[in-house]
Every structure is written in structure tokens, then in C-alpha cells.
């Protein structure tokens, strides 16, 4: 008995939720041309994106980019611009002042020989000591001269010297140039948006934020030969030469890139294909949220309520009906994605046609089940209005946003 019970009560849910799957359809057959613009406006969209992957030209690169090597020693850029300045440094005790004293007359001799060649003034760098690090920091925001770095010795004893280059937050060769001030990132693991190649490719050096030409390698490496000389001036047990370490020829490249394709269409995707399909549906996410705020305005369900149908089959007869509206828009997205235009390969090339389906169909579930908790914080349909134009004028810059990012 209780079984019958159950197969009469599961038959009857069907037919309610059918008798409200066709009442959907029906009015949404009337409507003919907002149906019209929920299959063809994804399609255009879609259409627009293959019509721009057939003007974006394709340079295969077969050969790994091999970097030539740069010369480290090299007087930076920075100090071309400005031969005359200091380095702090903390804390200031005696073996500290032997490195600096060590460090300033390699600095100098360099400094000469490479800016006396371009017909520069060159003078000796100037050195201050504080006893500690915010001493060092506060002294440094209020000095109008033109400061190389600061040095923290975070370890000191007879066999090894630690120290941290604290150099300016905004490096200073971009405002020289009149370019962009940026930092030097140091918080990101990874760029916000990664190019299809590697990052500025003509930059020898490696390009921003310019560990090379703002000095950072450059003091990096004449102090580390300080410190050897000062170790070797302190050890009464060494042998050789202290003037061996000024022998050392130290070179930079940069790591090589293997072989790629550059395309700028693929680069695009990035921030083209999210908002492309986040407009293609759109409207119908509007007019999905205004038929079900509109029966609500109009009290129809409370009338089918007192019918016996219940509220649930409501919305799974909704979500019925827009799955089958949306299913031939993602057939015609997948075709305009997959078939091949001119010369050019398709817009997207080895993801599998069904992997986009269920990608597709999974991404309007997501976006019909967020209509129809939308529909449950209004009850007028001027008031849907009023949000999901105020809504796309807030967001519409973060759709954007990562166009903006820098490298």
C-alpha cells in the first residue's frame, strides 16, 4: 500500500512539473524576440572571437632563446645618471667599517674606469654607519642626497658575514626614463598575466624591475668581494694572493626559454574568453530572473499554490526549461570554437569538443541556480532591472582588470 502510495505521489510530481515545463516553453515561444537573442547573441560573440583569431598572426619560434651573457662588473645605468653617491649601512662596528672601507675603493676604481670612458665626473662613494636598521631607514627618508642602498650585516663573526641589500621601493631607472614607477614585486611568485614567450624577450639583462640597472647585482657582488678581503685580511692562517679576488670575472644570463609559439590570441584568452561568455548569457540570466520575479509580482504562484502545485516544481520546471534553451546556443559556441576559419587554426584547437559541452553546461547550471537566488530578493521586475544594470557599471572594471596588470 504504501509502495502505490509512493509511485502515485512520484507520478503526480511529474505531471505537475510537466504541465509547468509546458507553460514555460509557451511563454517563452511568445517572447520570440528575447528567445531569439538568448541562441543568437552567444553565437555572435563566439562568431566575433573566431573572426579575431584569423587576423592575429602566428610566429612559431623551433629553436630555444639562448640570452647572451652580460658583464656584472659593469658600471649600472643608475649611477651614469648619478656618479655621485652614498650607501648606509648597520650596524657600524669595526669589522664593518673595514668592509665598507674595502667596498668604497673597489666601487671607486671601478666608478673611474668605467665613467671616465663615457666622459663622466666620477667622485669616491660616501658611507654612513647607524647603530641599527630603523636609525638607518628614518635617516634615509629625510636625506635629500641620492642614496645607492642600505646594507644590514644580519651576521657577523670571524667565518661568516650575512648581510641584506635594502634598496629604494620604486626603482628609480623608469623615472629617469619618464616611464611607469613600479615596484620590484618581490610579493608575486609569478606575473599576473603571463605572455605567450618569454617576458620582455629584447631585454639581455632581464628587463624590469631592473636588478641590473639599478645596482643591485652590481654592489651585490663588489661587496661580497669586500667581505672575502676583509675574511682574509682577519685569518692568520690564509695563503695566496688577497688581490686574486679582484681577478674574478663574474657574468649574468639570463635562463634560456625553450621553443614556443608566439600567439597574441592565445595571450588574449586570458581576459577575452571569460567576459565574452559571461556576456553571452547575459540576457538570458535577465530574463530567466525577470519571468520568475514577474509571475511573483503578478501573484500567479501563489494562485498555482492554492492549485496544489508546489513551490519546488517551479523551479525545477524552470531549470528544465532553460537547460533546453541554452543547449543549442553551447552546440553552436562549440561549433564556431572547433572549425577552422581561412588558414588559421580554430580558436580553441585540442581541447575536446565534449570537455567544452560539459564545461559549457555546467557553467549555465552554476548561472541559473544563481538567478534563482536572485529572484528571491526581489519582488518587482523594474527593481531586476535597476540591479543588473548598477551591477555590470560596478564590475565591469574588474572584467578588465587584468589588461591593466603589468608584467
Known amino acids: 500500500m504504501s509502495n502505490h502510495h509512493q509511485r502515485s505521489a512520484l507520478n503526480d510530481a511529474f505531471i505537475d512539473i510537466w504541465l509547468l515545463l509546458k507553460k514555460n516553453i509557451k511563454i517563452q515561444l511568445r517572447h520570440r524576440i528575447a528567445t531569439f537573442l538568448e541562441l543568437i547573441v552567444p553565437c555572435i560573440l563566439v562568431l566575433l572571437v573566431a573572426i579575431i583569431r584569423t587576423k592575429v598572426s602566428v610566429t612559431e619560434y623551433s629553436e630555444p632563446t639562448v640570452y647572451n651573457e652580460f658583464d656584472i662588473l659593469q658600471v649600472p645605468k643608475i649611477l651614469e645618471t648619478n656618479p655621485e653617491f652614498a650607501i648606509y649601512y648597520t650596524p657600524n662596528t669595526n669589522q664593518t667599517v673595514q668592509i665598507m672601507n674595502n667596498l668604497v675603493n673597489d666601487l671607486e676604481k671601478q666608478c673611474l674606469n668605467s665613467l671616465w670612458d663615457l666622459k663622466l665626473p666620477c667622485k669616491k662613494p660616501s658611507t654612513i654607519g647607524f647603530s641599527n636598521s630603523s636609525e638607518m631607514i628614518d635617516y634615509y627618508l629625510t636625506e635629500k642626497q641620492f642614496v645607492l642602498c642600505g646594507i644590514e650585516f644580519d651576521q657577523l663573526n670571524e667565518t661568516n658575514i650575512e648581510f641584506s641589500l635594502r634598496f629604494s621601493n620604486l626603482p628609480r631607472t623608469d623615472e629617469q626614463k619618464g616611464l611607469k614607477i613600479e615596484d620590484w614585486k618581490t610579493q608575486m611568485i ?65 635562463f634560456p626559454y625553450p621553443k614556443y609559439i608566439d600567439d597574441l590570441f592565445l595571450f588574449s584568452l586570458n581576459f577575452l574568453f571569460p567576459t565574452i561568455f559571461m556576456f553571452s548569457f547575459y540576457f538570458s540570466s535577465i530574463n530567466l530572473t525577470k519571468t520568475i520575479v514577474n509571475e511573483k509580482e503578478k501573484r500567479m504562484k501563489e494562485s498555482m499554490k492554492m492549485m496544489g502545485l508546489k513551490e519546488k516544481y517551479h ?51 552554476c548561472n541559473t541556480c544563481l538567478c534563482f537566488m536572485m529572484s528571491t530578493f526581489f519582488s518587482k521586475v523594474i527593481s531586476i532591472h535597476s540591479f543588473f544594470i548598477t551591477n555590470f557599471n560596478h564590475n565591469k572594471f574588474f572584467l578588465f582588470r587584468p589588461i591593466l596588470l603589468e608584467f
Open 190 to 254: 609569478m606575473a599576473n598575466v603571463m605572455p605567450t614567450g618569454p617576458r620582455e624577450k629584447n631585454k639581455t639583462t632581464g628587463g624590469k624591475p631592473g636588478y641590473e640597472d639599478e645596482g643591485f647585482l652590481f654592489i651585490q657582488h663588489y661587496l661580497s668581494m669586500a667581505i672575502g678581503k676583509t675574511l682574509f685580511d682577519n685569518d692568520d692562517h690564509h695563503d695566496g694572493n688577497r688581490n686574486d679576488l679582484l681577478e674574478i670575472e663574474l657574468h649574468g644570463q639570463r
Open 315 to 365: 523551479f525545477i520546471a524552470y531549470f528544465i526549461k532553460s537547460v533546453l534553451i541554452t543547449i543549442p546556443a553551447i552546440i553552436l559556441i562549440i561549433v564556431f570554437l572547433k572549425i577552422r576559419f581561412a588558414t588559421n587554426s580554430p580558436p580553441i584547437l585540442i581541447t575536446d569538443s565534449t570537455v567544452l559541452f560539459v564545461y559549457f553546461l555546467l557553467y549555465h547550471i
